[in-house]
């Protein structure tokens, strides 16, 4: 094969390869521009700081004085067990119950976006299953990343920052209540 017999061939040949490829270029844009527009919406999770946690300690009022840091903090009992981790954990926790999804999906009305369809016969694990396609969670280490992706990006950003906020809070009075348990015994 000759190099020089190639670029020839080429060069007599070159408005041909000038409008394959202004075709293709064109075709390709036009096709971009064709697709739907899928956005996607992320909130990188992580996880609580000390004082973060701390704050749930002033919340459980229980008439006692204690010593914490060399403060003496009035109406307040310290309870074991609760760390970063340990908040972290029934984050992640609550991120993947079922029963909570449900919950969630109640709240805020989802239902018929995710079985518009449905009929008496639709049961609650399809909606679920559903919802789980819909709402992605993951992350290595030490971070959580839940995300969605949809035709209109307010829709998606609101899922997120909803889907968020109500298991942070939901997680909030699961520890508090279980911490006035553990004062109340």
């Not at 946690?53 to 307040?76: A, F, N």
């Not at 109640?106 to 016969?121: C, G, V």
């Amino acid at each position: 094969i000759s190099l020089y017999e190639l670029w020839i061939t080429l060069w007599n040949k070159k408005l041909f390869v000038i409008a394959v490829t202004v075709i293709a270029a064109l075709g390709s844009v036009v096709y971009a521009l064709l697709l739907p527009q899928i956005y996607k919406a992320e909130a990188l999770l992580l996880p609580p700081r000390a004082k973060d946690v701390k704050s749930l300690y002033i919340r459980l009022v229980d008439g006692l004085d204690v010593e914490q840091g060399g403060q003496v903090m009035r109406g307040v009992r310290s309870v074991q067990g609760l760390s970063v981790d340990g908040a972290f954990a029934a984050f992640k926790t609550n991120l993947s119950s079922r029963s909570m999804q449900k919950k969630f999906i109640e709240k805020y009305d989802l239902l018929d976006i995710l079985a518009p369809n449905r009929t008496s016969e639709t049961r609650d694990i399809e909606i679920l299953e559903g919802f789980s396609k819909m709402i992605k969670i993951g992350g290595e280490g030490g971070f959580l990343l839940v995300s969605t992706e949809s035709g209109d990006p307010e829709f998606a950003a609101k899922l997120v920052n909803d889907y968020v906020s109500f298991f942070d809070l939901e997680t909030v009075r699961g520890l508090v209540s279980d911490a006035r348990n553990s004062i109340e015994e």
